[in-house]
């Protein structure tokens, strides 16, 4: 759960989340008037868009944060700084692809040579059945 409230049953939970969005929503409307443009949108931007911002709080089991996100796009990103980027968009596709079945199987913990050997054997022979991406529950 969510900041250090894994001692906390979910009607506590959810009393001090309903008490954080209040304190929230007068804080915003507090200061929405008396901000500056810049600041005053950002305050806007929190208040209107409350359910997007702060969805995590009404589903613990969602991360705060896109810190996973961030680090399964570094393969992509540090790929396209080294070799200059794609010279064609289906080029681009192509290794968007092959990134995303390294970052999946990584995620997985499966060995994505493994997972190459499999997908080239059920290509060249039709008996075989092609391996998934799919986690397995």
């Not at 007068?26 to 929405?32: A, E, G, H, R, Y």
């Not at 600041?39 to 709080?57: E, I, N, T, V």
Request: proline share 4%; hydrophobic share 35%.
């Amino acid at each position: 759960m969510l900041f250090g409230f894994k001692t906390l049953d979910s009607s506590s939970y959810n009393d001090w989340v309903n008490q954080f969005k209040s304190k929230l929503h007068s804080s915003l409307n507090q200061w929405i008037d008396k901000a500056g443009a810049t600041a005053g949108h950002l305050l806007r931007s929190l208040r209107d868009k409350a359910s997007q911002w702060w969805y995590f709080l009404d589903n613990p089991e969602i991360p705060p944060d896109n810190n996973q996100a961030e680090r399964s796009l570094r393969l992509a990103v540090t790929k396209r700084k080294v070799s200059g980027g794609s010279r064609s968009m289906d080029r681009f596709k192509h290794t968007a692809h092959l990134l995303t079945v390294v970052q999946t199987c990584r995620r997985q913990s499966r060995s994505v040579i493994d997972f190459f050997a499999q997908a080239l054997l059920a290509n060249s022979n039709n008996y075989l059945s092609v391996p998934s991406l799919l986690p397995k529950y």
